[in-house]
DNA sequence: ATATGATGTTAGATTTTATAACACGAAAAA
DNA sequence: TTTTTCGTGTTATAAAATCTAACATCATAT
């Protein structure tokens, strides 16, 4: 219930997710510029990640070293895909691009992140604490 | 088992940590001078609290929203009395400053803290993949 | 009245992160 | 094969966050 505000929290720096995530800095804003993630930010401008940031990041890594690219992995994260204008036009590129087989397997991919990423609880039982 | 090692992985700057505590930076860094937390730090130096250290510092903010003194706090927190030189001589005499009433209290909030943070399990589903 | 304890504030240095631009190799397109 | 495009590395420059150390302050204890 709360779990998600908890696992929305800003919390990381970039550095913390690079050590995290094994991705580096500059990767991780590619990925933010192509919508993949959206880390807050502080007063300053720098970013802050959240659990679930840093799990989409995870995903992204695990897509990536299945040999998936961008646009790949766009189709499979980002739930609707009827609301950017720029993205839209490029996912339907893809499509046509991806065999029956390549579709397969992203989807299979994509249930198994689901499923990974659903058991995601993050149950800490003091972390109540963190709001105010 | 390695919620051990998960809770203590160095994740969080002190800013981050000043907003989830709502300590300010120079509380955090006297406790700190004091022995109540040891964060680990960047190869640049920089702080990197553990969820233990966010949780410790939660207990002191506690303690020191109950009137608790930095001598109180120490008896309360700090486990092992026999090995700094310094702190022991302090806590000696504190001691001998508190009255049994005082001492009583002091050992029910010894008593509530651990209960408390005991159950401070931090489940998270992937926090394996944290760690390489 | 003075000393101590806990915290605020300030100054100057260092680290970390930000954006933007250019480089580059591999893969895709022409 | 030549040319683009894609994903990432690298570099430069600026700004933000953090560091230590010193001094200020106010309440409490002596």
Known sequence: MSDNIRRNMPLFPI???MSLTELSARQIRYY??????NPARTEGNRRLFSFNDVSRLLEIKDLIDQGVNMAGIKKILIPNPTESDEEEKEEKVV??????????KLLKDELIQAGRFNRTSLRQGDMSRFFH
């Open 95 to 104: 499509k046509k691009e991806l065999s029956d087989n390549e579709l397969r």
């Open 15 to 17: 550095g913390t997710v």
């Open 32 to 37: 933010e510029e192509h919508g993949l993630v």
